[in-house]
């Protein structure tokens, strides 16, 4: 039985991968160097410090442990001047309908996401009472692929793994799922997420009926 269901936020609740972007792309100008949309895609799911690893490795890079510090601290304080405009209006399409849905299910609900500004991020949007657990980047020691984000979930709403499904748009996010003994839902493309369960384009197409359908 589906006890629960554990939320990536960026890509499956809301898009801030635009503003990462924007915030990477001016990190690297400054420096000297470019970074492209395509590159960005490297990024999604990833932590700030891996993020900013990738991006130095792009540009040919390197610095210091402390240097990198201080980079990812600028790159931060402007993707907050971003983050901090965003309103409801920023909610992907079918978010607050599905979660109302299972609330009436009486199904509980969890965030499970890679951002060290999740909060911050709900608050904006006015999601935060909707969620029962909020496990984010200031919670966890390991990066997804790893489960330990999902599995703080889980725990956190007292229910099993196998009672829980995952909706998430990176391939490492679903690695987590399955590493955690949990269904998973994938958000976007079915070529680049083929190890989950099944593919939406969005939370505009689930409906509890499919939801039911994950349960053995
Ligand atoms: C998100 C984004 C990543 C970002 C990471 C850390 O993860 O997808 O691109 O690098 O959070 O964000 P911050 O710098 O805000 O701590 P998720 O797991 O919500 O998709
Ligand atoms: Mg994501």
Same mark, same amino acid.
């Given at each position: 039985?589906?006890?629960?269901?554990?939320?990536?936020?960026?890509?499956?609740?809301?898009?801030?991968?635009?503003?990462?972007?924007?915030?990477?792309?001016?990190?690297?100008?400054?420096?000297?160097?470019?970074?492209?949309?395509?590159?960005?895609?490297?990024?999604?799911?990833?932590?700030?410090?891996?993020?900013?690893?990738?991006?130095?490795?792009?540009?040919?890079?390197?610095?210091?442990?402390?240097?990198?510090?201080?980079?990812?601290?600028?790159?931060?304080?402007?993707?907050?001047?971003?983050?901090?405009?965003? #309103?409801?209006?920023? !909610? $992907?399409?079918?978010?607050?309908?599905?979660?109302?849905? *299972?609330? %009436?299910?009486? @199904?509980?609900?969890?965030?499970?996401?890679?951002?060290?500004?999740?909060?911050?991020?709900?608050?904006?949007?006015?999601?935060?009472?909707?969620?029962?657990?909020?496990?984010?980047?200031?919670?966890?020691?390991?990066?997804?692929?790893?489960?330990?984000?999902?599995?703080?979930?889980?725990?956190?709403?007292?229910?099993?793994?196998?009672?829980?499904?995952?909706?998430?748009?990176?391939?490492?996010?679903?690695?987590?799922?399955?590493?955690?003994?949990?269904?998973?839902?994938?958000? #976007?493309?079915?070529? !680049? $997420?083929?190890?989950?369960?099944?593919?939406?384009?969005? *939370?505009? %197409?689930?409906? @509890?009926?499919?939801?039911?359908?994950?349960?053995?």
């Amino acid at each position: 039985k589906i006890k629960a269901c554990l939320f990536d936020l960026d890509g499956v609740i809301v898009d801030t991968a635009k503003y990462h972007y924007i915030a990477w792309k001016e990190l690297a100008n400054q420096m000297g160097f470019d970074f492209t949309l395509e590159d960005n895609e490297r990024l999604k799911g990833v932590s700030r410090m891996t993020s900013l690893d990738i991006l130095l490795s792009i540009g040919n890079v390197e610095k210091s442990e402390e240097e990198k510090l201080e980079l990812a601290t600028k790159k931060n304080e402007n993707y907050l001047s971003y983050i901090l405009k965003m #309103g409801p209006e920023e !909610i $992907l399409p079918g978010t607050k309908e599905f979660l109302e849905s *299972l609330n %009436k299910e009486g @199904i509980k609900i969890a965030l499970g996401s890679a951002s060290k500004n999740a909060m911050t991020i709900l608050d904006r949007l006015e999601l935060t009472s909707y969620f029962e657990a909020i496990i984010d980047g200031t919670k966890v020691s390991k990066a997804k692929p790893d489960p330990e984000v999902f599995l703080k979930g889980a725990e956190a709403l007292n229910v099993s793994p196998d009672e829980c499904v995952v909706f998430e748009d990176a391939e490492a996010g679903i690695e987590a799922a399955i590493a955690g003994g949990m269904k998973c839902v994938g958000i #976007g493309s079915p070529d !680049i $997420l083929k190890k989950a369960n099944f593919v939406v384009d969005g *939370l505009h %197409k689930m409906n @509890i009926t499919m939801l039911k359908s994950l349960s053995s």
